[in-house]
């Protein structure tokens, strides 16, 4: 396990262009521009949630233009939960919760695979419940 630290140091996989081919073809989105626009307001969104060494590791997994993005924003203090999250960046970018939810997924999911396994378990501990859907993953939840 690298610090975070260390992470900062670490080269992307892909790159930014590689990774909107990516949420374009899970987004079936039609334009290369569309899928852009799309990523740019998630990973916004997205850096208004998370905090610490996640959020360091996170952004050294992305490639440059992504994490510039995911970075520019400042940390809420106070988390949303995932239905929260969708809720929010909907009304931000003026688009219906379904939509959004999609969009939200086809990001995610994309992101959760850059992070590797490891680093995304540990992203989703930090969030409020909701999160792991919109990765792609299956929400467990433990008993009482």
């Known amino acids: 396990m690298r610090s975070p630290r260390e992470a900062a140091f670490v080269t992307p996989s892909v790159t930014f262009d590689q990774m909107l081919e990516k949420i374009r073809y899970e987004g079936a989105y039609p334009t290369r521009e569309r899928a852009e626009t799309v990523t740019h307001a998630v990973l916004a969104a997205l850096g208004r949630q998370l905090t610490g060494d996640e959020r ?5 997994c992305l490639p ?17 939960t995932g239905w929260g999250f969708v809720k929010d ?3 931000r970018t003026g688009g219906t919760a379904a939509t959004v939810r999609w969009d939200t997924g086809a990001v995610l999911a994309t992101v959760g695979d850059l992070a ?3 680093l995304l378990d540990r992203i989703l501990a930090q969030l409020p419940s909701g999160y792991a859907l919109l990765f792609g993953r299956a929400e ?5």
């Open 89 to 91: 960046l909907a009304a």
């Open 140 to 144: 467990l939840i433990q008993a009482a």
């Open 56 to 60: 360091v590791s996170l952004a050294a």
């Open 64 to 80: 440059t233009e992504a994490a510039r993005t995911f970075t520019a924003e400042i940390p809420d203090p106070g988390h949303l």
């Open 116 to 118: 590797g396994p490891e």
